[in-house]
């Protein structure tokens, strides 16, 4: 049986940063303000969360602000994944006893490491919680790509619930969705979302669903609803927006649609740098919601 209660649109949230730490109290706000909007679920301290700029403890303290503020409302996704099996576990151990739903992590990062090792690191990881655990396969920012038959390889491990798919083959998609019709699968990159839900995918998760959730249901509503032309439309309309936020940088554009809508949610950390005036003239200019 498909697990219900993972399916649908999940925000890949982003964090708000102090100088020092977390600025709990925007993130607060901001999940709130996701979860008024009818947003499923977050997925939280994935690459859209800037984890990869974040300590360990910050990442906790993040999943435990979310799951106090929202944890009630909405299904929560961890993203535990870190750069050794050691620090993913630690995360992975705390994620379950903060009250998470289900946990999450990319393929192991930085070396090209060969799909031996890929798998027995979601062995560990699945052996190590009862939670179901959800692939990230996002093989343009990793670096590793997997064929269908690895996937379904990973796939086959106890626990393992499912995958974010954030690539564009829906040919690859589709077939492992039809091997595994119980697992939850969720489309990855938010400008294809329609192709993803027509590949089968059960939800989305993404980044740009932080600054414009409303627009982001009313394409899964209307593709729900068997009304592929209505979902286009939204889809058209999102792509806008997705188009512009490519060209300035997802994270950084992303917070600072955020600002100009009235919702100050600060700055990314470095390596990421402020906006200058003439991209931010741009993002003034989007219609989101
Ligand atoms: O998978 C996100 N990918 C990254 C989720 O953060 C790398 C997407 O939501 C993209 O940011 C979005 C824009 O390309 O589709």
Redo the contacts with the bound molecule.
């Keep these: 049986m498909k697990n219900q209660k993972l399916c649908g649109i999940l925000p890949?949230l982003m964090t708000a940063f102090t100088d020092d730490g977390i600025d709990c109290a925007k993130v607060a706000r901001h999940t709130k303000y996701l979860a008024d909007a009818g947003v499923h679920g977050l997925y939280v301290g994935?690459?859209?969360g800037e984890m990869i700029l974040m300590t360990e403890d910050e990442r906790k303290t993040l999943l435990e602000t979310v799951i106090e503020s929202v944890g009630d409302r909405l299904t929560i996704i961890a993203h535990v994944g870190t750069t050794s099996t050691r620090g993913t576990l630690e995360l992975a151990r705390h994620a379950e006893a903060a009250g998470a739903d289900a946990l999450s992590s990319v393929t192991p990062l930085y070396y090209r490491y060969g799909f031996r090792e890929v798998k027995h690191y979601y062995e560990r990881l699945a052996a190590q919680t009862s939670l179901p655990v959800i692939i990230y396969n996002?093989p343009?920012?990793t670096g590793t790509t997997l064929t269908t038959a690895q996937l379904e390889e990973i796939l086959s491990i106890p626990n393992v619930g499912g995958m974010?798919f954030?690539a564009s083959d829906f040919f690859q998609l589709e077939r492992i969705r039809a091997a595994f019709p119980d697992k939850v699968f969720y489309n990855?990159?938010?400008?294809m979302l329609c192709s993803g839900l027509a590949a089968g995918a059960d939800g989305g998760?993404?980044?740009?669903?932080n600054f414009m959730p409303k627009t982001i249901l009313a394409i899964y509503n209307a593709f729900r609803a068997n009304d592929a032309a209505t979902a286009l439309m939204y889809q058209a309309k999102a792509n806008a927006a997705?188009a512009m936020?490519?060209k300035h940088g997802?994270?950084p554009s992303s917070k600072m649609i955020l600002k100009l809508n009235g919702m100050d949610y600060g700055e990314c950390r470095e390596p990421f740098m402020p906006l200058g005036d003439e991209a931010i003239e741009e993002l003034r200019a989007l219609d989101v919601e």
């Design positions: 890949a994935g690459s859209s996002i343009a920012l974010k954030t990855g990159s938010d400008e998760i993404g980044s740009t669903y997705i936020i490519l997802v994270i």
